[in-house]
């Protein structure tokens, strides 16, 4: 068995496509257009990177790019101060603080200081309340294009035996709540699980969000299962730096049903959800329905 490649890239420019048809709708019938903050804080090459990116794919979408850089040695009070001055902007509609922050600043003061309707990340504590209450809300951008993935793959989640490496708030724990909302059976494990390879050759579906690189062998996959890989790990080769997942693709791809690359899987579909966040938040601030944005 050779398993089908889940091609990210080409998924997440159809999304970001009908992003761009939504808002060009927006503009004409309702005379706005969605507008995407980012604050970024120091100077670190990776996070500059990315900020550009979701200004270049914001301007490709017909969105306003608003981009905030603070020094390094910004107060905590400063970028409070900054979140409450584009909590209030009308041409705002998202607000995205990129992380990691410096280590003077308290993410979750941050966080929670933006209003939860302009959250586009969903990393407010209200907006994770209702994620894991099954309520309407903003949803975090990666564990959103994940489901994304799963259910371009697959055609029903429901029953399947959903198996999560990793725990963390970004991906590992929203992303377990959204496989619950689809009735999946799930189990997140973490750095105190015991026999982890014996728990992943149950899954139907694995997701791989650890952080450690071709952490998940062949072995740890039962045959046909659906895998998502969520790992970016630079890695220093004799060729020069490489990205590669926490799934060990080629032995896996010998072994599962479906597989996400490394790049191009799950990657491309962050900062598609995030402009489908950006254009959600932009409806429901104003009372309009949510336009149709899914495949």
Same mark, same amino acid.
């Given at each position: 068995?050779?398993?089908?490649?889940?091609?990210?890239?080409s998924i997440a420019?159809?999304?970001r496509q009908r992003v761009g048809e939504?808002?060009?709708?927006l503009r004409e019938k309702h005379g706005f257009v969605p507008g995407l903050a980012a604050i970024i804080v120091g100077d670190d090459p990776a996070s500059q990177i990315y900020v550009r990116n979701k200004a270049r794919a914001c301007t490709a979408a017909g969105l306003a790019s608003f981009e905030h850089n603070l020094p390094g040695d910004a107060s905590e009070a400063k970028l409070i101060a900054?979140?409450?001055a584009l909590n209030a902007d009308e041409r705002v509609d998202g607000i995205l603080v990129q992380l990691p922050l410096p280590a003077h600043i308290d993410a979750r003061e941050i966080v929670a200081a933006i209003d939860p309707a302009k959250d586009v990340d969903g990393f407010h504590p209200l907006n994770i309340g209702r994620l894991w209450g099954g309520e309407t809300t903003l949803v975090p951008c990666t564990p959103q294009g994940c489901m994304i993935l799963l259910r371009t793959a697959?055609?029903?989640l429901a029953g399947a035996e959903a198996v999560v490496l990793g725990r963390s708030h970004i991906v590992g724990r929203p992303l377990a709540a959204l496989l619950l909302a689809a009735d999946c059976t799930v189990t997140l494990v973490h750095t105190k699980s015991r $026999? +982890?390879?014996a728990i992943c050759r149950r899954a139907d579906?694995?997701?791989?969000a650890a952080g450690q690189p071709a952490m998940v062998k062949a072995s740890w996959i039962k045959p046909g299962a659906t895998v998502i890989d969520v790992g970016t790990n630079r890695v220093t080769t004799p060729d020069g730096?490489?990205?590669?997942? $926490? +799934?060990d693709f080629a032995a896996v791809r010998e072994v599962a049903g479906a597989i996400s690359p490394v790049p191009g899987g799950a990657g491309p579909m962050t900062i598609a959800c995030l402009l489908q966040n950006t254009v959600l938040a932009a409806c429901r601030r104003r009372g309009l329905a949510d336009p149709a944005l899914a495949e």
């Amino acid at each position: 068995m050779v398993a089908t490649i889940i091609d990210g890239q080409s998924i997440a420019e159809r999304l970001r496509q009908r992003v761009g048809e939504a808002a060009a709708e927006l503009r004409e019938k309702h005379g706005f257009v969605p507008g995407l903050a980012a604050i970024i804080v120091g100077d670190d090459p990776a996070s500059q990177i990315y900020v550009r990116n979701k200004a270049r794919a914001c301007t490709a979408a017909g969105l306003a790019s608003f981009e905030h850089n603070l020094p390094g040695d910004a107060s905590e009070a400063k970028l409070i101060a900054l979140v409450g001055a584009l909590n209030a902007d009308e041409r705002v509609d998202g607000i995205l603080v990129q992380l990691p922050l410096p280590a003077h600043i308290d993410a979750r003061e941050i966080v929670a200081a933006i209003d939860p309707a302009k959250d586009v990340d969903g990393f407010h504590p209200l907006n994770i309340g209702r994620l894991w209450g099954g309520e309407t809300t903003l949803v975090p951008c990666t564990p959103q294009g994940c489901m994304i993935l799963l259910r371009t793959a697959l055609s029903s989640l429901a029953g399947a035996e959903a198996v999560v490496l990793g725990r963390s708030h970004i991906v590992g724990r929203p992303l377990a709540a959204l496989l619950l909302a689809a009735d999946c059976t799930v189990t997140l494990v973490h750095t105190k699980s015991r $026999d +982890v390879p014996a728990i992943c050759r149950r899954a139907d579906i694995l997701i791989a969000a650890a952080g450690q690189p071709a952490m998940v062998k062949a072995s740890w996959i039962k045959p046909g299962a659906t895998v998502i890989d969520v790992g970016t790990n630079r890695v220093t080769t004799p060729d020069g730096v490489r990205l590669v997942g $926490d +799934v060990d693709f080629a032995a896996v791809r010998e072994v599962a049903g479906a597989i996400s690359p490394v790049p191009g899987g799950a990657g491309p579909m962050t900062i598609a959800c995030l402009l489908q966040n950006t254009v959600l938040a932009a409806c429901r601030r104003r009372g309009l329905a949510d336009p149709a944005l899914a495949e």
